[in-house]
T-cell receptor, first 114, second 114 residues
Framework: AQSVTQLGSHVSVSEGALVLLRCNYS??????LFWYVQYPNQGLQLLLK??????LVKGINGFEAEFKKSETSFHLTKPSAHMSDAAEYFC????????????FGAGTRLFVKA | EPEVTQTPSHQVTQMGQEVILRCVPI?????FYWYRQILGQKVEFLVS????????KSEIFDDQFSVERPDGSNFTLKIRSTKLEDSAMYFC????????????FGPGTRLTVL
């Protein structure tokens, strides 16, 4: 069965510092991987996705993630944090069954200090 | 930009009552989904729907739940007899027809069961 593990339920960084949110996945088939962001009292917005091809994926708001098959990882990074990046971030993997369900990690709340 | 819409934004109901949560997916999408997020927990898959039938459902989606696409635009989730533990944010999503397609999420309906 597929699963996603996000290391660290809370991450705190200073404004301008590097953001690194960790995600490891388990999948028996080549995975489709996603990062979503959720701002307070809002829905889920796709930041970026990996399906095939280039393993370094760039997304919105300056975020990027690198798919590393050997490490079964898909960590999310941003070179310089901004106050507006404070939110909950979810790593997810697309299910390998016919229904295309998305399996989410537990989420990481990012705090950005001034 | 096309978006998924959901109504109502907040629903309060008494335990044992039936509720219907409504969603309008993006018009040219073919797959429709319901997810839920209990407060402070991760997003969980409930059901996916394609070609007017359920394509996949989770163990959460028991006989108390049903989905329907009553017309060409709406997609509904019905909970027949609500329980306290059904209190959660319910997200509708829609996507194209391939497993790598992005799932677009609605803003959610917060269901409170008293």
């Amino acid at each position: 069965a597929q699963s996603v593990t996000q290391l660290g339920s809370h991450v705190s960084v200073s404004e301008g510092a590097l953001v690194l949110l960790r995600c490891n996945y388990s999948s028996s088939v080549p995975p489709y991987l996603f990062w979503y962001v959720q701002y307070p009292n809002q829905g889920l917005q796709l930041l970026l996705k990996y399906t095939t091809g280039a393993t370094l994926v760039k997304g919105i708001n300056g975020f990027e993630a690198e798919f590393k098959k050997s490490e079964t990882s898909f960590h999310l990074t941003k070179p310089s944090a901004h106050m507006s990046d404070a939110a909950e971030y979810f790593c997810a993997v697309r299910g390998d069954t016919g229904g295309f369900k998305t399996i989410f990690g537990a989420g990481t709340r990012l705090f950005v200090k001034a | 930009e096309p978006e998924v819409t959901q109504t109502p934004s907040h629903q309060v109901t008494q335990m044992g009552q039936e509720v219907i949560l409504r969603c309008v997916p993006i018009s040219n999408h073919l797959y429709f989904y319901w997810y839920r997020q209990i407060l402070g927990q991760k997003v969980e898959f409930l059901v996916s729907f394609y070609n007017n039938e359920i394509s996949e459902k989770s163990e959460i989606f028991d006989d108390q739940f049903s989905v329907e696409r009553p017309d060409g635009s709406n997609f509904t989730l019905k909970i027949r007899s609500t329980k306290l533990e059904d209190s959660a944010m319910y997200f509708c999503a829609s996507s194209g027809w391939t497993s790598g397609d992005e799932q677009f999420f609605g803003p959610g309906t917060r269901l409170t069961v008293l």
